[in-house]
């Protein structure tokens, strides 16, 4: 299969709009899952296992699938590179969604995510599989060996992270307790740190336009989420950036730590 260029760039571009118009969207008003599913009533919802595991499924597969049609001779990229990518969502579709203790999806964003999902998949599988020519020299190359501990790194402190939220609930239990451990100790979103730190890794690791679109998009999504976390006392976007003042965990939990940061440590 030759290299699809102007279908590429037509993703990309979709990954950069998408991202933004989220950014905007979600800023004041949550993305409906998890602890926000009940500000949408009415939706017809789905098991969080379930949820989980369809809507990662694709960007598993999917590159799998054009490894496996492929006619190109084997190359870094197909192998070390794509493998980080699949190794994600291996952990995420079939260790983290058959475990995860969260609430009920609605299924429109299960569905939603299913779509995105099989788009990046097809987007970074194809781009690394047909169009990147990464060199012998590339496996010296100081970008790949700093972006995959960058990414390896993310994806330990990411793990490790969803295994503290989820043994804060017994089995069937839905009561958000303050997560205590690891990086919780120092920001309130460690789990989004680790993605984050994913997927920039990933960017590093490539030196590719799709993985930085797919990171950009990530963080648009990732930040909002954060943010609801937190209560601040003006809506002006550089109070937001630089005070350390908390939203969810604060209308919740008076006990909570007024020293932890969003994502950042001691940063933001």
């Known amino acids: ?17 998408t991202g933004s118009i989220n950014f905007i969207r979600f800023w004041k008003t949550p993305a409906t899952y998890g602890r926000y599913t009940a500000l949408s009533p009415g939706e017809k919802l789905v098991p ?53 203790r969260g609430q009920p999806f609605p299924i429109n964003i299960m569905a939603t995510a299913f779509a995105f999902c099989t788009l990046n998949g097809f987007l970074q599988g194809h781009y690394l599989l047909h169009c ?9 190359d100081g ?25 804060l609930r017994k089995p069937g239990g839905t009561k958000y307790k303050i997560p205590r451990g690891g990086l919780f100790e120092y920001v309130s979103a460690a789990n989004f740190l680790g993605e984050i730190m994913e997927w920039f890794g990933y960017t590093i690791a490539t030196w590719s336009f799709p993985a930085l679109c797919f990171a950009f998009f990530s963080c648009c999504f990732i930040v909002t989420r954060v943010f609801r976390l937190h209560k601040t006392f003006t809506r002006k976007l550089i109070f937001f950036l630089f005070l350390n003042c908390y939203r969810y965990y604060l209308e919740n939990f008076k006990d909570y730590p007024r020293k932890r940061c969003r994502l950042i440590p001691f940063v933001f």
Not at 64 to 83: C, E, F, I, K, Q
Not at 132 to 140: I, V
């Open 143 to 167: 970008r790949l060996v700093t972006g995959l501990m960058l990414f390896f790194l993310g994806m330990a402190i990411n793990i490790h992270s969803d295994c503290i939220l989820r043994n």
């Open 132 to 140: 990147a020519t990464y060199e012998a020299t590339w496996l010296s």
């Open 48 to 100: 969080a296992k379930v949820a989980w595991f369809f809507q990662e499924l694709p960007s598993f597969v999917v590159p799998l699938l054009l490894l496996m049609t492929s006619d190109r001779h084997s190359t870094l990229g197909m192998y070390l590179l794509l493998g980080t990518f699949c190794l994600h969502y291996f952990q995420r579709t079939f260790i983290y969604s058959l475990r995860t």
């Open 1 to 17: 299969m030759l290299c699809q260029d102007i279908l590429i760039w037509f993703f990309c571009v979709v990954l950069i709009i």
